[in-house]
């Protein structure tokens, strides 16, 4: 099975807020990452939390982290539709990740 | 500030040969890592090099090799390709094995026939 599990569809509508689940395994990793990545392009960094936070909030995004479960996840205020991409988490010391949540703004 | 480079940007190769694709980090990295990612799905940890040494490796069989020069420019070298090589190859790097995250390059698509 995957290290990483995330569930592959989300679909919202504009002005919603959008909210990515993911599961981890590596509980040693100091920094935990949200990346997007547009179709065809490589995946852009959008957050990161350290591990001994449980919430990290940067403007429209919400990372909250709970370590006991490992499982980490990504909110979205007030969703656009240019914020349509698939969203990958990613632990530091193991940089593995899953399939991915597909993420579908609809207007 | 230039970020990470990769060339090229699109490969096709056949079968059986063997092909070297470049990244440059960015300025001030001295770790970076390469990724396959096939359609459709997330990518796939190849290796990671910190300053010259691998210091890390996915399931890859050894016809997957790296480098890492002074200048923390890389290379992923494939021998003996395969059509299930055909994906997408990203590079990333970061300042201090994955403090802060890592920044990626737009990748280079290979093309197996």
């Known amino acids: 099975g995957e290290d990483v599990e995330q569930s592959l569809f989300l679909s919202v509508r504009e002005g919603d807020s959008s909210v990515i689940n993911c599961t981890y395994t590596d509980s040693s990793s100091t920094y935990l990452y949200w990346y997007k990545q547009e179709p065809g392009a490589g995946l852009q960094l959008l957050t990161y939390i350290f591990s001994n936070m449980d919430m990290k909030q940067d403007q429209r995004l919400t990372v909250l982290l709970n370590k006991k479960d490992k499982h980490l996840s990504l909110r979205i205020a007030d969703t656009q539709t240019g914020d349509s991409a698939i969203y990958f988490c990613a632990a530091v010391n193991d940089m593995r990740f899953g399939a991915g949540t597909r993420l579908t703004v609809k207007p | ?113």
Do not use: M
Not at chain 2, 29 to 42: E, F, I, K, P, R
Not at chain 2, 46 to 67: D, K
């Open chain 2, 1 to 113: 500030e230039t970020g990470v480079t990769q060339s090229p940007t699109h490969l096709i190769k056949t079968r059986g040969q063997q092909v070297t694709l470049r990244c440059s980090s960015q300025s001030g990295h001295n770790t970076v890592s390469w990724y396959q990612q096939a359609l459709g799905q997330g990518p796939q940890f190849i290796f990671q090099y910190y300053r010259e040494e691998e210091n890390g490796r996915g399931n890859f069989p050894p016809r997957f090799s790296g480098l890492q020069f002074p200048n923390y420019s890389s290379e992923l070298n494939v021998n003996a390709l395969e059509l299930d090589d055909s994906a997408l190859y990203l590079c990333a790097s970061s300042p201090r094995q994955g403090a802060y995250g890592y920044t990626f390059g737009s990748g280079t698509r290979l093309t197996v026939v």
